[in-house]
């Protein structure tokens, strides 16, 4: 019997950067933020922490002084995910030397591969390491997604727990649940999603308006855990302008804006992305001066 690392909000942590490097004075902030607004989880080095332009150094260093600070409040889950099977295994072996509760592995991207191919690599992985994984379902990003058939498969294995569905194909989703049952746990890995997927039995979200808003998110899953949707459907309906402008340009364009329009400071993203265009950056400040995040100048555009 399996049991979900995590059930609620996990977020997404960006990872704050000042002259080229990580700062992490600012990420032990950040970290002490979140678990004071309650979050159930932190997800470090994953997309919205720009783990692609991390070096490999950095990567590391990021999840060991995360679990480090942490210091087993909540759990964190480390992204390990990358095009080569053996440079995601030694991440992912790192990452659990240093102590984390769980990883989070994405589909191969650039290179991807077939069905078979996921099979072969995910339980790769899986067989060489002692912690849960949570596979990471993004096609929008990687070009690729899993079928039903292979999350059956790889819902065989022990160590691995669940999956990160950020296709947003709710057949995929519900098929899969209908087919896997609690030997495959699903999390919402869209903010937009989080309350039909948990209607479906979806154990949480893993968020990246959990930057901004930890509490909110936490107070949406609870509500969905105990079989409330009403009531968190309509959280998520009050804050639906935001998430969409948190994504107005490439995340974690627009989260990392935010956080700085809220002065936490945590610097820019790290090229190819950069700053958002200035009408991006007016319309997020509009949406989150409509929801109190900053002194009204409520604008939905």
Not at 52 to 78: G, W, Y
Not at 196 to 218: A, C, D, R
């Amino acid at each position: 019997m399996k049991t979900p690392i995590f059930t609620g909000a996990a977020t997404a942590i960006v990872t704050p950067f000042r002259d080229g490097k990580v700062d992490y004075k600012k990420l032990g902030e950040l970290v002490d933020l979140q678990i004071a607004g309650g979050i159930d989880a932190i997800i470090i080095c994953g997309t919205t922490g720009e783990c692609s332009t991390q070096s490999l150094e950095e990567h590391m260093m990021s999840v060991d002084f995360c679990v480090k600070h942490v210091n087993r409040r909540v759990p964190v889950i480390a992204g390990t995910g990358g095009n080569a099977t053996q440079d995601a295994l030694f991440l992912s072996k790192e990452a659990e030397k240093s102590g984390a509760d769980g990883l989070l592995i994405v589909t191969p991207y650039y290179n991807k591969t077939t069905q078979t191919g996921l099979v072969k690599h995910f339980n790769f992985i899986a067989d060489r390491v002692d912690i849960p994984i949570i596979l990471y379902n993004v096609p929008g990003r990687t070009g690729m997604t899993f079928t039903t058939e292979t999350y059956m498969e790889l819902s065989k294995h022990p160590n691995i727990n669940g999956v990160k569905e950020a296709s947003s194909n709710f057949s995929l989703i519900g098929s899969t649940m209908a087919s896997c049952g609690d030997a495959l746990f699903v999390w919402s890995g869209n903010d937009e999603d989080t309350v039909p997927i948990m209607s479906l039995g979806g154990k949480g979200v893993i968020s990246t308006l959990g930057n901004v808003l930890p509490s909110v998110i936490v107070e949406m899953t609870g509500h969905a855990l105990k079989g409330d949707f009403k009531q968190a459907a309509e959280i998520q309906l009050k804050y639906l302008d935001l998430i969409s402008k948190l994504f107005i340009e490439v995340n974690p364009m627009p989260v990392k804006a935010a956080l700085n329009l809220m002065g936490l400071d945590v610097g820019e993203p790290r090229m190819p992305l950069c700053e958002l265009i200035p009408e991006n950056l007016e319309k997020l400040r509009g949406a989150m001066s409509c929801v109190g995040l900053l002194p009204s100048q409520c604008r939905r555009t």
